[in-house]
Each structure stands twice: as C-alpha cells, then as structure tokens.
C-alpha cells in the first residue's frame, strides 16, 4: 500500500481543525471537557514526539481514527451523535436499539495496538508475538481502566452529564461491550499489523 509521507501532517491538521469545531457549542460543556481531556493527552503526544520517533504512516492512520470519533462524540455527547443510518445497521447484528457510535468509537480505540506492537519492535524491546500480546493486552487494561474512570466521573458528577459521559443508554452490560469492543478491535488491528509489518518497512 503506498501511502503518503505528508499523510500524518495532513491528519494533525484536520484533527486540530475538528477539535477547534467541537468546542464550539457542544451539547454539554461539562461533558466536552471530560471527553476530550484524553483526545487532547493523546494528540498533543503524537505531535511532541514526531521529530524524534515517526511511526508507519498506515499507524498514524489507525490513531486518527479514534481521534475523529471521539471528538466527535465529545462536541453531541456519544448518544446523540447523529448516527441513524449506522446505528439502524448494526441494531441489525447486535439486536438492540440504541446508537451505537459509542461501540465503533471503541472497536476503533483498539486499533491502537497496532502502534504499540510497531514501537516495541522498531525500539528492539520485544520479538514479534510478544509485541502483539502485549499491544493486545495494553489495549484491555486501557479499556477497563476507562471504564472504572466513567463510573466514577458518573458517580461524582451525578446529574445529566454524569449520564451522558457513562454513556451506557441503559444498558446494564454496557461497560463490558464496550470492552469487547476496544479488544475486537485489538485484535483486527494487530492482524493489519501481522499482513503489513511496518517495522520491516521503517527498518
């Protein structure tokens, strides 16, 4: 797959340009401001240390997608994302009735493992399988632990933001769904990683 070297610059411009459009009037400024503290962690990284460790381009790509959704998610609240069309088809699969931006943000947030297992081998710190394992299982020790700090923020928050910040939209096994999410995500990543291997590429 050839991909452009400007591709991660294009995307960190685009990012910026998004977060400038969430912050602008979302639905809960509260909620905004929870939701986007990761985003913003995150983002900020990835630029600090580009000049000194640039990930594969098809990397870049991969983290990006989290970025989008989920500044997305933070300027509507995860729930009132207008999502129609994507919600109606996996209620198809899933068989529930419920937007479920907040489950593709998740399965998206997996794709993560993919830059984790690219690191540990380009910095010659693990061998191949122990790289994906340990992408995979970064990726499911993030997912709970995000879980743990929404139901916490839910329980100090209280109130309509509390709820829109959990997101669960009563569904009493939310947080475990949205933990399948993040590791089936893991895991397809880190199948793109096996098929693409950019460590031999960037060697």
């Known amino acids: ?7 991660p610059i294009i ?10 459009w969430s912050f602008i009037e979302p639905y809960s400024q509260d909620v905004w401001i929870a939701e986007m503290v990761p985003v913003i962690a995150v983002f900020m990284l990835l630029i600090i240390t ?5 990930f594969s381009v098809f990397a870049y790509i991969l983290m990006s997608g989290w ?3 989920h500044t997305i998610g933070a300027h509507y609240t995860f729930e009132h994302v207008p999502f129609a069309w994507g919600s109606e088809l996996l209620s198809g699969w899933l ?3 419920r ?3 907040d489950r593709v943000a998740h399965y998206i947030i997996g794709f993560y ?4 297992a690219e690191l540990l081998i380009r910095k010659c710190r693990a ?9 995979l299982f970064s990726i499911m020790s993030i997912a709970a632990a995000y879980e743990i700090i929404e139901w916490q923020y839910a329980v100090r928050e209280g109130g309509e933001a509390g709820i829109a910040f959990l997101g669960s939209q009563g569904d009493i096994w939310d947080a475990q769904k949205d933990m399948l999410a993040d590791t089936l995500g893991a895991i397809t990543a880190l199948i793109l990683f096996y098929c693409y291997r950019p460590d031999k590429r960037c060697a």
């Open 67 to 69: 970025l989008i959704l």
């Open 99 to 101: 937007n479920h931006f």
């Open 127 to 135: 061998n191949v399988v122990t790289a994906g394992l340990f992408g």
């Open 1 to 7: 797959m050839k991909l452009s070297s400007t591709s």
């Open 11 to 20: 995307l960190a411009i685009f990012i910026a340009g998004l977060m400038i």
């Open 113 to 116: 493992s993919f830059p984790i």
């Open 50 to 54: 580009y000049p000194k460790f640039q």
């Open 95 to 97: 068989g529930e009735g």
